[in-house]
């Protein structure tokens, strides 16, 4: 019975991307959204985000910590660059928030909130590239995979997908952007904290562990980080909340850790950590670079 509604909603919606193999997963995967329109939604998200921190009296970006902010843009780029899609209008954004999580939009906008280096609950250490850079890619990885926009469409019905879904990408996304990540009220800002199945976090988990190491960035950082994430007090609002406490996620990045170690050591072995370069294309030739904007 679902294949049959697989293939019927595929049918249904063969004016949108529809059914399609994913290119980071390379498995095949129902979503609505073309590509090409992930940037505008994020977008939407990121702007009513940015309106509640603003509103609320909050710094941002240079305002907020202008040493951190440099570091992420610079952490960004890098690990854009070796990303699946490194032509994303990637963005990076700092807000004064106290709260540990940091997110990335569909289309590569990336918001950190400061409480993630906070010194008695937060996640990373202040000024550690390779433990901001396991964060970073994770969430960059939620991007690059879809993973909201494939989840979005698993919950539309058939029988609104036809007119809901096209009109919805006709305008640029959903009409509301916002609802993507769910409203969470904490210390008094709306904020936008995505909420994945274990399925995504765990995907996200691997990709995301596979770029910092091909950025240049020590993949044991991330083992070590998601170990202690599991052993933090959960609220729903940190980046705990994702991280049981049998610390599986952790165990499950170990069995990748060989691999990721060799792609680390080609890495520094090339010179990684410089300013990032073009990627190489299928063809051999190189990409435009992309530059990480900030606004």
Not at 10 to 22: F, M, T
């Amino acid at each position: 019975m679902k294949k049959i509604l697989l293939i019927t909603a595929c049918a249904i919606l063969a004016l949108v991307e529809g059914c399609a193999k994913d290119l980071v997963t390379g498995k095949t995967t129902l979503n609505y959204y073309d590509i090409k329109n992930e940037p505008q939604l994020g977008a939407q998200v990121l702007a009513v985000q940015e309106k509640e921190i603003k509103a609320k009296g909050k710094r941002m970006d240079a305002d907020a910590d202008p040493v951190e902010y440099e570091r992420i843009k610079r952490i960004v780029a890098r690990l854009a660059a070796v990303s699946h899609y490194p032509n994303f209008p990637y963005e990076v954004h700092l807000a004064e928030v106290d709260v540990v999580n940091a997110w990335c939009a569909p289309g590569g906008k990336v918001m950190v909130y400061t409480g993630l280096w906070d010194p008695k609950k937060g996640l990373v250490e202040k000024g550690n590239d390779d433990q901001i850079a396991a964060v970073l890619a994770h969430e960059i990885a939620h991007a690059t995979a879809r993973h909201v926009t494939e989840s979005i469409s698993k919950t539309m019905t058939i029988a609104m997908a036809g007119a809901a879904v096209q009109g919805a990408i006709a305008a640029g996304g959903s009409s509301q952007g916002a609802d993507l990540f769910g409203e969470i009220f904490a210390n008094g800002l709306d904020l936008y904290i995505p909420s994945y199945s274990r399925k995504n976090e765990l995907e996200a988990d691997r990709i995301g562990l596979f770029y910092m190491a091909k950025a240049g960035y020590d993949p044991r950082a991330a083992v070590a980080l998601w170990k202690k994430a599991a052993t933090m007090k959960k609220d729903r609002t940190s980046i705990y909340a994702s991280h049981p406490a049998s610390g599986v996620r952790a165990r499950e990045l170990e069995k990748y850790l060989p691999e990721a170690m060799a792609m680390y050591e080609k890495a520094k072995a090339s010179g990684a950590g410089a300013e990032p370069s073009a990627p190489e294309t299928k063809k051999g030739k190189k990409a435009a670079k992309n530059p990480v904007r900030t606004r």
